[in-house]
Nanobody, 125 residues
Framework: QVQLVESGGGLVQAGGSLRLSCDAS????????MGWFRQAPGKEREFVAA?????????IYAVSVKGRFTISRDNAKNTVYLQMNSLKPEDTAVYYC?????????????????WGQGTQVTVSS
C-alpha cells in the first residue's frame, strides 16, 4: 500500500512558477513509476507528466506542458516533484500525483494504482 500526499499548490499570476511535491509512504518508492495528472473544472482528468521507476531515466510530458514543466524524483526522500514555469491560466486545475509499480504505459491513467488527494493550482491572468 502506498499513500501519496501532494503539496505546493496555490494561486500564481500568469508567467509565474510553482513547484508541486508528492510525498510517498513505503520503502519501495524507487520501484514506482510516478505520474502527474490534472483536472480542470468541467473537464476530464488528463495526463501531465511521468517519470520512470528507479533513477527516473525516462520522462514524458503532455504536449501542452512540454518545455515549461519538469518532473523529477528524489528516491532518498520518497518524493516526486513537478516544477511548473511560465504558467498560463489554462494550467488552472487540481493536480494529482499517481503511482504504480514498474508501470510503463506512462500516460495511461487507468494503470496507476495509487492516487493522492490533489492540490489546487490557480493561475490568474
Amino acid at each position: 500500500q502506498v499513500q501519496l500526499v501532494e503539496s505546493g499548490g496555490g494561486l500564481v499570476q500568469a508567467g509565474g512558477s510553482l513547484r508541486l511535491s508528492c510525498d510517498a509512504s513505503g520503502r519501495t518508492f524507487s520501484t514506482y513509476t510516478m505520474g502527474w495528472f490534472r483536472q480542470a473544472p468541467g473537464k476530464e482528468r488528463e495526463f501531465v507528466a511521468a517519470i520512470s521507476w528507479s533513477g527516473g531515466s525516462t520522462t514524458i510530458y503532455a504536449v501542452s506542458v512540454k518545455g515549461r514543466f519538469t518532473i523529477s524524483r528524489d528516491n532518498a526522500k520518497n518524493t516526486v516533484y513537478l516544477q511548473m514555469n511560465s504558467l498560463k491560466p489554462e494550467d488552472t486545475a487540481v493536480y494529482y500525483c499517481a503511482a504504480s509499480r514498474y508501470y510503463s504505459d506512462y500516460a495511461n491513467q487507468k494503470g496507476y494504482r495509487y492516487w493522492g488527494q490533489g492540490t489546487q493550482v490557480t493561475v490568474s491572468s
